[in-house]
Nanobody
Framework: QVQLVESGGGLVQVGGSLTLSCAAS????????MGWFRQAPGKEREFVAA????????YYGVSVKGRFTISRDNAKNTVYLQMNSLKPEDTAVYYC???????????????WGQGTQVTVSS
């Protein structure tokens, strides 16, 4: 059974930083793209960032580009999201997502975590 478990969320002040982690189990994701999404109350789920299977390519949503960095450690089957210069509008539940093997890392996702809350206070 594939599981994606996010951690690292919490309460942070405006301008602060947080690093989210997503640990995968049940299969290796070293041959698959991984991504982060978020959903704020009353809003649709929003794409945040994606990374290719080997970490060579990454892509970011417009609202986070330049502030967030996605990375991965395939030996640990884990993907990370470093979030800097946080704003109140970054407040949301952040979800980790994984793909089936060998898909384009910008295409659809097949596995989802339960989410971790990030709250940015002003």
């Amino acid at each position: 059974q594939v599981q994606l478990v996010e951690s690292g969320g919490g309460l942070v002040q405006v301008g602060g930083s947080l690093t989210l982690s997503c640990a995968a189990s049940g299969r290796t994701f070293s041959n698959a793209g991984m991504g982060w999404f978020r959903q704020a109350p009353g809003k649709e789920r929003e794409f945040v960032a994606a990374i290719s299977w080997n970490g060579a390519n990454s892509y970011y949503g417009v609202s986070v580009k330049g502030r967030f960095t996605i990375s991965r450690d395939n030996a640990k089957n884990t993907v990370y999201l470093q979030m800097n210069s946080l704003k109140p509008e970054d407040t949301a539940v952040y979800y980790c997502a994984g793909q089936s093997p060998y898909k384009n890392y910008l295409s659809s996702y097949d596995y989802w975590g339960q989410g971790t809350q990030v709250t940015v206070s002003s």
